[in-house]
Nanobody, 122 residues
Framework: QVQLLESGGGLVQPGGSLRLACEFS????????LAWVRQALGKEREFVAS????????SYADDVKNRFTISRDNAKNTVYLQMNNLKPDDTALYYC???????????????WGQGTQVTVSS
């Protein structure tokens, strides 16, 4: 059974940076398409970024382009989200998700972590 464990969240001031990590286990990491998804309090989950099996193809939500970078290390079974120039609107619970299918549709990700909280506030 695939399991995902996020880490790296915390409290950061506006304009600051954080790097999230998601450790994958229970399957062949390089066979999975990985995504970061976030959910702010009282709102629905929203797609943030995704990365293909080889790491060469990425997708981003419009409001995080040029601020966030998704990457993966297939040797360490880990996917990362580098978040720069953080804004209060980035405050949310950030989830890692995995799928065997190349997709940005959240309903096509069967495996999810528990999430890590990111709070951007002065």
């Amino acid at each position: 059974q695939v399991q995902l464990l996020e880490s790296g969240g915390g409290l950061v001031q506006p304009g600051g940076s954080l790097r999230l990590a998601c450790e994958f286990s229970g399957g062949t990491f390089s066979s999975y398409y990985l995504a970061w998804v976030r959910q702010a309090l009282g709102k629905e989950r929203e797609f943030v970024a995704s990365i293909a099996w080889s790491g060469t193809t990425t997708s981003y939500a419009d409001d995080v382009k040029n601020r966030f970078t998704i990457s993966r290390d297939n040797a360490k079974n880990t996917v990362y989200l580098q978040m720069n120039n953080l804004k209060p609107d980035d405050t949310a619970l950030y989830y890692c998700a995995a799928s065997r299918v190349r997709t940005i549709l959240l309903e096509e990700y069967p495996y999810w972590g528990q999430g890590t909280q990111v709070t951007v506030s002065s």
